[in-house]
């Protein structure tokens, strides 16, 4: 029998016996003399000293393929008397040879002195060619194979896989498989085929979400669009203005503390409860909402309750549409540059009834500039009544949306009564968004590993860590721990999603809708892993982390509970076993914060100076989470949204996303190294684009632009033009009435219907070809009128522009026509009518 072993000791046991043997068998190859006697002597070293034994060409005997012959045999070489050197006449195959150590020629037992099991040794002559196997065999035990069983792959669920077990127990183990059901052995089974069908169950399941249109979870239907770009919109919290009455000025404790810090909590009314009142988080639940400041409020000031507007001694007044500056009544020094102020009707302008107000007459502006001392540094008074006064002036985008009716007079049934205020201002403002806070949540340890993958199946089973294979032939494998997901759920929802609030933020920006992608989860989240407690920060997803980013994403489920997922020390680090996590979120979100005004009562904080809290406007600007079926509806078409600018068309269309852009016309000029793109905006409603709109526009465009491509965001040049338009009117029609009608046509405003005059600034475009015949036709619709004809039709001032003739005006890529109409700035551009006839 042959036995194959990793440690082979038996020459061990020869060299102390009276017995020799075969040691092992050197090829000289590379080392001849003589290229020609490359292989062909073979030096046998034996175990011990052969004494006066001496071997002969009858006592060697080597078999292989091809057949060798043995030339001489000498005993010994360089004093080694152990060594036998054979010597043959040509050199063998590629194939095994075995030298076989025997008694003679015809008697192929070994000699009496040579131990059995070492009298014969497999050699290749070969052994010195270059080879890309190693030269160590395998020296594992074979495993016998095992009885063939039929397996069922379309076994799904327990009596299927339960029936596969036993009927394979009854071949591989027959006395263990009995089938009887108190038996230990189908208790086995039993508990292995529900095992079976639990995994088969999670399978099929994995299988459902791989797919967009049959996934159910919202997580999978995340991750999925993900490989398409395209961002879940995880919705948006309410926000709204939130106005503090004062009984007395509350000042900071020191100059870097706020009497309202940011987080302050605000809710509705409860019953039975002032004001204000410690924070306390099980009676905020109780309430209908929950909103909290954006910013600190370093100060509070009684002064600022109720402002009225100065008059100047005028009487029924108002801050027309558009206003961005007032003027109020008293010496108000703690305004100041970056405040909110808001501006509210507070009686009934006609009857003077405080249930008449509207309102909706209320908006809130960002004070940019405050006036309340002269140029002496005294305070700014009336230079008439003596009266003191304070000067502001808020954001252009908070331009008012509406006339505010300051003083009025009620009408002959309520008396002729005069009435002031009607509006006033209203200080002490502060922006406020929907969501409740909820502090230090424990979300439990990462655990340890428990589970291993087989010996040799593990991720890093295939890395060569230094280990050769003479060390590991016969050493078990190391098992490579698997490490558990650790991914808490969060006890409370929805979790908020809000942008970032910014400082010195117009009050109209700050109400608005933002853009799904810019919104972030409220969440901080800390880890405590016994030796120090480290904060991870919330990202959209972990794609673009390291392997040392302590970060973590916040994903949603259609239920909105919201699960935390770490990294895997490839994109971002994996929290170490038996870390402890806290969580400091915020729950609100979506439609549910939009409250009327007014509806806020409460301050969760201890200030008693404090004696009236309440929204000054709504809460706006939430939005719901997006839902499967619009994930499902949305996500495949997202190929087909513009993203990159390549030609004209594309920067045109890219360039219109920008909320102020109308259209962009475009020229690429080659500068010397590259290519530049010119891009020219037309604004909407308006003359003449600022250099914040600028760099806006150009930083709109880096994100879509091509490499080695600039792009350069030019100012366009308006073009005034002189418009002459001589019209016969009707005998019987009334001149005055048709000079109305056509000056509201040709008007440079929005008309009141809401369409636009065909004078309004975005009715021209740059480089746009100017025709007469839509302004003719539209002159010649008005009723009353017989016919129509320009007599005037060019650039402003230059007769050699004139369009008369082919009845059109060209323009160049930078110019935009331009008719104000305005008689104080006629060099803005003039629209003239001469009328004839009528009556």
């Not at 075969?22 to 002597?41: G, K």
């Not at 001489?72 to 010597?87: C, F, K, P, W």
């Not at 089938?179 to 069908?197: N, Q």
């Not at 008074?381 to 009025?408: K, M, Y």
Request: charged share 20%; hydrophobic share 40%; aromatic share 8%.
């Amino acid at each position: 029998m042959i036995y194959f072993c990793c440690d082979q000791r038996r020459r061990e046991a020869v060299r102390n016996s009276a017995f020799n043997g075969i040691d092992f068998v050197e090829v000289l190859d590379l080392e001849a003399v003589n290229p020609a006697d490359r292989q062909r002597f073979l030096h046998l070293h034996l175990v011990n000293d052969p004494g006066a034994v001496v071997y002969t060409e009858d006592n060697i005997r080597i078999e292989g393929d091809a057949a060798v012959e043995i030339v001489a045999v000498t005993m010994g070489l360089g004093g080694q008397q152990n060594v036998v050197v054979i010597e043959l006449a040509q050199p063998g195959d590629f194939g095994p040879y075995m030298l076989n150590i025997v008694t003679s020629t015809l008697n192929p037992a070994p000699p009496p002195e040579i131990d059995p099991v070492l009298a014969s040794i497999t050699f290749s002559f070969k052994v010195e060619c270059p080879t890309a196997f190693d030269c160590l065999s395998d020296c594992e035990c074979e495993t016998p194979p095992e009885p063939e069983t039929e397996i069922d792959y379309t076994a799904r669920d327990y009596l299927s896989f339960r029936r596969m077990m036993l009927d394979r127990m009854a071949i591989a183990a027959p006395a263990f498989a009995t089938g009887h059901p108190a038996d230990l052995s189908t208790a086995i089974v039993d508990i292995l085929a529900y095992t079976a069908d639990q995994l088969a169950y999670q399978q099929d399941a994995a299988q459902t979400e791989a797919y967009l249109n049959r996934a159910r979870s919202r997580i999978s239907l995340k991750r999925l669009t993900r490989l398409l770009d395209y961002s879940v919109d995880e919705g948006c919290n309410a926000r709204c203005f939130c106005h503090f009455a004062v009984s007395a000025d509350v000042l900071p404790i020191a100059p870097s503390t706020a009497v309202i810090p940011q987080g302050a909590a605000v809710c509705t009314r409860l019953s039975e409860q002032p004001i204000t009142f410690a924070r306390n988080n099980a009676l905020l639940a109780q309430s209908a909402a929950v909103y909290e400041t954006c910013h600190d409020v370093p100060a509070l000031f009684a002064a600022h309750n109720e402002m009225e507007f100065h008059t100047w001694s005028n009487a029924r007044c108002h801050l027309a549409k558009g206003s961005t500056r007032a003027t109020l009544a008293g010496h108000l020094p703690n305004l100041s540059q970056g405040l909110y102020v808001a501006m509210e009707e507070i009686t009934g302008a006609k009857t003077g009834n405080q249930a008449d107000r509207f309102l909706d007459r209320r908006q809130v502006v960002l004070l940019i500039e405050v006036r309340a001392f002269d140029v002496a540094n005294a305070p700014l008074t009336d230079p008439i009544t003596g009266d003191l006064i304070t000067e502001i002036v808020w954001h252009d985008r908070d331009a008012l949306r509406f006339p505010v009716c300051i003083s009025s007079e009620t009408s002959m049934e309520e008396g002729r009564r005069y009435i002031e205020p009607v509006s006033v201002v209203r200080g002490n403002v502060v922006l406020v968004d929907h969501g409740q806070t909820q502090d230090d949540e424990n979300l439990g340890q990462a655990p340890s590993p428990w589970l291993s993958w087989a010996a040799g199946k593990g991720f890093e089973s295939g890395q060569n860590h230094g280990v050769t294979c003479a060390d590991s032939q016969c050493d078990q494998e190391q098992a490579e721990m698997i490490m558990p997901a650790f991914r808490p759920k969060l006890a409370q929802s929805p979790l908020t999603f809000a942008p970032n609030y910014a400082s010195g933020v117009p009050a109209s920006d700050a109400l608005r809708t933002p853009e799904p992608n810019a919104t972030y989860p409220c969440i901080e989240l800390d880890g405590d892993d016994g030796v120090e407690v480290l904060p991870y920060q919330p990202v959209a997803d972990l794609l673009a982390s390291d392997a040392s980013a302590r970060v973590f994403t916040a994903e949603i489920e259609r239920d909105n509970s919201a699960s935390l997922r770490f990294g895997d020390n490839q994109f971002g680090r994996r929290p170490l076993s038996g870390t402890a996590f806290s969580a400091r979120y915020r729950v609100g979100l979506g439609t549910s914060g939009h409250i009327g005004p007014d509806k806020l009562h409460h301050l969760a904080i201890n200030l008693p100076e404090v004696i009236e809290v309440r929204n000054i406007t709504a809460g706006a600007g939430g939005r719901n989470r997006e839902t499967n079926a619009a994930i499902r509806k949305r996500a495949p078409f997202l190929f087909k949204t513009q993203e990159r600018a390549v030609t004209r068309e594309d920067y045109q269309t890219l360039g219109r996303r920008v909320e102020w852009v109308q259209d962009v016309s475009c020229a690429y000029v080659h500068t010397g190294s590259w290519i530049t793109t010119f891009a020219l905006p037309d604004p909407k409603g308006r003359i003449g684009v600022t250099e914040d709109q600028r760099t806006q526009l150009r930083g709109h465009y880096e994100k879509f632009r091509l490499a080695a491509h600039d792009v350069a965001v030019s100012t366009p040049v308006y073009v005034p033009l002189e418009i002459t338009l001589h019209v016969c009117v009707a005998p019987n029609a009334s001149k005055s009435h048709v000079r109305q009608r056509l000056l509201t046509i040709f008007s440079p405003q929005r008309q009141a219907n809401g369409a636009l005059g065909l004078l309004h600034p975005d009715q021209f475009r740059a480089g746009q070809i100017l025709h007469l015949s839509p302004m003719l036709a539209a002159a010649q619709n008005v009723e009353g009128v017989i016919a129509a004809k320009a007599t005037r039709f060019r650039r402003f001032g230059d007769p050699r522009t004139s369009g008369l003739t082919g009845r059109k005006l060209l323009f160049g890529r930078t110019e935009i026509a331009r008719v104000d109409n305005d008689a104080s700035h006629p060099g803005n551009g003039v629209f003239l009518l001469d009328l004839e006839g009528g009556r």
